[in-house]
């Protein structure tokens, strides 16, 4: 009887440790996932410079009309769009190690050939701020937040960052001039 009472005590015990052995593993898994993910950014290994220089080498006497650096099946891609009297293009970039992902060409419409949509639509790559400028800018307008998404785009002469940014269980949408860092708009998502 007391050789079982041992038997069962020593059992007990047994549980009871680990039990607080995997609670203590549980704990320090959720520490882990409520600390803060890489930026997207950070975990971009390609200049926004050298997948600019790689576009203008792939599409020679053409320009740039939008680029966006965002995750795909969880890597980071550029996507650069530009465009030529005649036509359109766009190629995707893996944003770790550079290789082309995809590489498009269309003719443009007949109302955007001839240049027209190169005059209306043309992005400004001379001084254009760096991406982690453009984070900080984002991320300290929206205090406790993490910018997602980038978008380059022009409008009425104006070439702007459109950022989307994580804040809270929220994401909103951040425009900044490109070029002097001025947010021109803040809106929900």
């Known amino acids: 009887m007391k050789k079982n009472l041992l038997t ?12 607080g052995c995997s609670s203590n593993q549980a704990s320090s898994n959720q520490t882990q996932t409520t600390t803060k993910s890489e930026s997207l950014v950070d975990s971009t290994k390609v200049s926004l410079k050298s997948a600019i220089s790689l576009y203008q080498k792939t599409y020679p006497d053409s320009d740039i009309t939008s680029i966006e650096l965002d995750k795909t099946v969880g890597k980071p891609v550029y996507e650069i769009e530009g465009v ?3 036509k359109e293009y766009k190629l995707s970039i893996n944003a770790k190690n550079k290789k082309i ?10 109302d955007e ?16 701020l760096s991406l982690n400028k453009i984070t900080k800018i984002a991320e ?45 708009n803040t809106e929900n998502d």
């Open 140 to 184: 300290k307008k929206l205090k406790n937040s993490q910018a997602k998404e980038f978008s380059l785009e022009q409008e009425l002469g104006v070439t702007y960052w459109e950022v989307n940014v994580k804040h809270g269980s929220k994401e909103k949408e951040v425009k900044i001039n490109a070029i002097t860092g001025k947010i021109l």
């Open 8 to 19: 069962l005590g020593l059992l007990l015990l047994s549980v009871t440790i680990l039990g």
């Open 101 to 110: 992902l995809r590489k498009k060409t269309e003719n443009l419409d007949d």
């Open 113 to 128: 050939q001839n240049g027209q949509a190169r005059k209306d639509d043309k992005v400004k790559l001379d001084k254009l």
């Open 84 to 86: 030529d009297d005649n």
